[in-house]
């Protein structure tokens, strides 16, 4: 049975920093499309960034680009999100997303085991 489990999550000041981790039981992440996703409240979900199965091509939506790495550990078997400069309408429940066969990194639908996502608060 396959198992994504997010983590890290928590209350950050503006300017801050927090790292997102993403496990999985049940599969190897190195032979997955890894994709995080995140949810405002009164918003709908959002894609913020992906790294591709066996090369690892990463990908950020413009509003996180050049503030969030996407990281894999393989020895680990788990994803990471580092998210610097944090920013207050970063704040949503970030969901971990894998597929084997991701074409479009920032459609849901593609993906086919989802956590239950782990909070993020970026306030003073």
């Known amino acids: 049975q396959v198992q994504v489990v997010e983590s890290g999550g928590g209350l950050a000041q503006p300017g801050g920093s927090l790292r997102l981790s993403c496990a999985a039981s049940?599969?190897?992440?190195?032979?997955?499309?890894i994709g995080w996703f995140r949810q405002a409240p009164g918003k709908e979900r959002e894609a913020v960034s992906s790294?591709?199965?066996?090369?690892?091509?990463?990908y950020y939506t413009s509003a996180v680009q050049d503030r969030f790495t996407i990281s894999r550990d393989a020895a680990k078997n788990t994803v990471y999100l580092q998210m610097n400069t944090l920013k207050p309408e970063d704040t949503a429940v970030y969901y971990c997303?894998?597929?084997?066969?991701?074409?479009?990194?920032?459609?849901?639908?593609?993906?086919?085991?989802w956590g239950q996502g782990t909070r993020v608060t970026v306030s003073s």
């Open positions: 790294i591709s199965a066996i090369l690892g091509i990463t």
């Open positions: 997303a894998t597929g084997q066969r991701v074409g479009k990194w920032m459609k849901g639908y593609e993906y086919d085991y």
């Open positions: 049940g599969i190897s992440l190195q032979d997955y499309s």
